[in-house]
């Protein structure tokens, strides 16, 4: 890992301008040229500093606002431009005459291969050409007046659109260092961190396009350096692990309200799904109901409803989902499959597991469901019924028969599944493997009902949102995600939506310290539990003792300070780049678990 990411950094070494003095072996002509290299690299230097100067940038993007609005006068009032048409002309020269200073400092950075500064450069030239004819006869009225006016006309359109842009890149650019200059760096890796994505958001990157890929390849690699250092199954090709091309379906076919399930109140105090000539007969308890009041909220006690329903909560969260979404007749799904299905998704999940197993599953497709509805991510992303859907069992399925040990314990024991998965996202393809196999039963199939092309779309989007709760793929999703929604950007495609579920899907199955501190401080003695029974085993084969499994070494409130201060907190601040109403809720309760677990130490 150190020595890629010190290639990296040789890389980045090479296209930066080096100040190192010239090797003694070097001929007088190498000298020369050396000696020019290094006056050259002090030029760019300076003009760097300059370009990237704050006061600068604010000057350029003046200029910049001035000039499009004296090109637009001058366009469109030309003839009614006596007295001060000089004048406004002779303000345009100016301006232009700065443009092309700014387009040669470009073009001295870019060792002059960048081909859009030329062309900046030689429409600038011309203006200022038929400018200066222009001062000199006001009216044109030599040679070919019009064909004249008729050039300048376009030259103005053309520079206007490219002073624009250049005015777009610029306001980019702060915004993007506001958001990096709010960031506390508090650790050498950070610091690292923040340097690297200063450079990456700087002028010097924004026409060096290789450059800028490799400070990104950079952070990556440090990124998921740091994976390693939290005991994260961190491998490369993770990122491969993507789902195929969905197929392209108007989304506006969703839209049309088919026969819908109705609720039906029962004397005995519970309510029967009915699904056209269909009667499902699962009832619900009033009681449930009550339990799931506050199915939209953080203070959701996933506990309280596993007591209520005797080990049958995930199942009862799904359904209520489903019917409170109108998911069942909007989707076709078939009710009578779906209870079969969960009950056996809630069957196989292992009980002697005490954070891997149902009532995790439970919580996290509540989280889900708040992230969806709390959060406003079924309206920021345009969600299809069959989209909601997806959501809504991916993260029922995301840990199927979880055997209580972590992706690093299987390939380091040689397990059967490790084996068969190939060291690749073991327990995530296994998840999704066994709950499809289990959906083949006829009276568990939830595909049953659907087209081919709804079958595959539905299968596909819970792959890729399971696939993304691989805690090695964590760094290079959030680095993905950041770098698609920093900018205030909206979701354009399907590639953005899928992208956005599978964001909420990973920030779900992390969502604990994001809950009230009793439920917070109650999941971390689970999970924490399950640690150390892995440290145990890995303790008895004479393996190396995963990060926070050592029982009799592991201080469990720095621990926590730690997890939510560098995966947690990132991964919700992130999340709320296009889901803002997380961090009026989420994002507030880490703050007060975080003080609370610092008041343990």
Known sequence: MIKRVIANFESISSMLPSNQDTTPNMTSTEISDSTDAAVLSKYKKKFMKCLNNSLMQLTISVLIIIYASLATALITFDADLDDAKISLLAIELGLLAFFVGETLCFAIISQGKNLSNWLDLILLIISILIVCFQINDPELKFGDSWRLKSLLFILRIILINRRLFELNTIFIQFKTRRMTTRKISTTHTEKVIDILETITNSFLCTKNYPLKETLQLCLES?????????????????????????????????????????????????????YGEDSLSFIIPTTISKYCAKVNELDFDVFNLKRATDGKELTSVIVFLFSENELFGYT???????????????????????????????????????????????????????????CYISAAIHDFEHPGVNNVFLINTQDPLAILYN?????????????????????????????????????????????????SRHFSDIAKYKTRFSIDTPIKDDIDRLLTMEMMMHSSDLGNPCRPWELCKQWTQLIVQEFFIQGDKEREL??????????????????????????????????????????????ENLKNNKANWANEL
């Open 332 to 390: 076709n799904i078939s009710p009578q499959s779906l209870v079969m299905f969960i009950d056996a998704i809630q069957e196989g999940y292992h009980y002697d597991n005490s954070y891997h197993n149902a009532t995790h599953a439970a919580d996290v497709t509540q989280f889900f469901n708040f992230l969806l509805t709390t959060c406003g991510g079924k309206t920021t992303c345009n969600l299809t019924y069959m989209e909601i859907a997806a």
């Open 423 to 471: 060291d690749k996202s073991v327990l995530e393809n296994h998840h999704i493997a066994s709950a499809f196999k289990c959906a083949q039963e006829p009276d568990k199939n939830i595909f049953s009902s659907l087209t081919n092309e709804e079958r595959k779309s539905l299968r596909s989007k819970i792959i890729s949102m399971v696939l993304a709760t691989d805690m």
């Open 542 to 587: 004479n393996l190396p003792i995963s990060n926070l499994c050592d029982r009799y070494t592991v201080n469990i409130p720095k621990s926590q300070i730690d997890f939510i201060s560098f995966i947690i907190e990132p991964t919700f601040n992130t999340l709320a780049l296009l889901l803002k109403k997380v961090t009026e809720n989420a994002i």
């Open 222 to 274: 440090i990124a998921r350096a740091k994976a390693e250092d939290f005991g994260l199954d961190a491998t490369t090709e993770a990122d491969k692990l993507r789902s195929t091309e969905w197929p392209k379906k108007s989304r506006k076919n969703s839209k049309v309200k088919p026969m819908r399930p109705s609720i039906e109140t029962q004397d005995n105090g519970g309510s029967v799904f009915n």
